[in-house]
């Protein structure tokens, strides 16, 4: 807590429990390079260990919305999904692959923190209606991340298939 003489920076993290939220605003420039605010780099640890590590996993659940969570252990997770499918050549497991194709990535990190987007998620953030530089949100939970354009809104009730429900 401020003033109690604690220099641990998740301070505000562990009063306030998994509702915790953080919200800083930036910007995607036209190439789709973000800078990631440092007060979410100082609090959120495991946002400073995928930095070093040099990436981690992107979600695209909702239009407009790309979500940002630690490689492990939801990285392996998905590619295990997607090995589950990779002898199978139906049409429900090409639609599958497909859905995990389009919902998961991983996003990769440069060393000043000021990473690209892919043309996906790029794609994403531009998929309700703004063009570059687009002013944009940036959400800190303790378990993730979330990027978002300035004035949108989750919608929920999105489909994803019930057996990956485990996964982010």
């Known amino acids: 807590m401020p003033g109690s003489g604690r220099s641990d920076t998740n301070w505000w993290l562990e009063e306030a429990g998994d509702s915790a939220v953080l919200q800083e605003g930036g910007e995607m420039d036209d190439r789709g390079r973000i800078k990631i605010p440092a007060s979410l780099q100082g609090r959120l640890e495991w946002l400073r260990a995928a930095i070093r590590a040099g990436s981690c996993l992107f979600v695209l659940e909702e239009p407009c919305f790309v979500r940002l969570v630690p490689w ?7 590619l295990d999904a997607l090995g589950a499918l990779a002898n199978r050549d139906d049409d ?42 687009i002013p944009i949100v940036f959400l800190a939970l303790r378990a993730f991340l979330e990027i978002r354009p300035a004035g949108s809104w989750p919608r929920h009730g999105i489909w994803r298939p019930s057996e990956y429900d485990h996964l982010p």
Do not use: I
Request: hydrophobic share 35%; proline share 10%.
């Open 72 to 78: 492990e252990p939801h990285g392996p997770a998905v």
């Open 92 to 133: 429900e497991a090409n639609q599958l692959r497909l859905w995990l194709g389009r919902r998961y990535g991983r996003f990769v990190f440069t060393q000043e923190a000021r990473p690209t987007m892919n043309r996906f998620m790029k794609a994403h953030l531009e998929g309700c209606g703004s063009r570059p530089p």
